[in-house]
């Protein structure tokens, strides 16, 4: 089995940054992609930022240019850094790996989430 603990979630105030961490664990062959998830109240889950094995980025429109997603391969960790930070950024964030495990069977894991609050 493949594990995620996120860290790094609090209360920021508008315009201030935060750094999200996610630490892949467990029965690792690949992680094929990891990213970042949102999840408001009332809300559907979006995405924020993705990252392939690789380094090719996705993020979504909302977040463009404010957040960087980057990898440590060799730790098995993704990271989230967020600057000048919105009201509207607060939500519960969610690391997800894609990737094969030690079987070489299919993975799609999610991490269990860290809020994320920015609010004067």
């Known amino acids: 089995q493949v594990q995620l603990v996120e860290s790094g979630g609090g209360l920021v105030q508008p315009g201030g940054s935060l750094r999200l961490s996610c630490a892949a664990s467990?029965?690792?062959?690949?992680?094929?992609?990891m990213g970042w998830y949102r999840q408001a109240p009332g809300k559907q889950r979006e995405l924020v930022a993705t990252?392939?094995?690789?380094?090719?980025?996705n993020y979504g429109d909302s977040v463009k240019g404010r957040f960087t997603i980057s990898r440590d391969n060799a730790k098995n960790t993704v990271y989230l850094q967020m600057n000048s930070l919105k009201p509207e950024d607060t939500a519960v964030y969610y690391c997800?790996?894609?990737?094969?495990?030690?079987?070489?069977?299919?993975?799609?894991?999610w991490g269990q989430g860290t809020q994320v609050t920015v609010s004067s």
């Open positions: 997800n790996a894609l990737g094969y495990d030690s079987s070489r069977v299919v993975y799609d894991n």
């Open positions: 990252i392939t094995s690789g380094g090719n980025t």
């Open positions: 467990g029965s690792i062959f690949s992680i094929n992609r």
